[in-house]
């Protein structure tokens, strides 16, 4: 599969909602950078999203709230928040 800006948009989204780990977040940013299946037309943006991503499981590094829109930005996306009660 080729990564574009959407898939790894959906990535980060898909963390953001606990659908995937950190470590599974970090692991697939790692592999799509080794296996080199990024869109050419987005490689630039793509390398350093993906690279801070990679990144993301080293305490000096993280994952912020605002790491997370910064990157999405980056993607050509913004994030909301909504809240809602719980059930």
């Known amino acids: 599969m080729i990564v574009t800006k959407k898939v790894a948009a959906q990535k980060i989204f898909s963390y953001l909602n606990h659908k995937v780990s950190l470590d599974e977040l970090v692991n697939w940013a790692e592999t799509a950078i080794m296996e080199g299946n990024l869109a050419e037309k987005d490689m630039e943006v793509l390398m350093s999203v993906l690279g801070q991503l990679g990144l993301a499981d080293v305490r000096s590094f993280g ?13 050509g996306y913004s994030l909301q928040v909504e809240m809602e009660e719980a059930a």
């Open 63 to 75: 994952l912020t709230w605002e790491d997370c829109q910064s990157l999405m930005k980056k993607l």
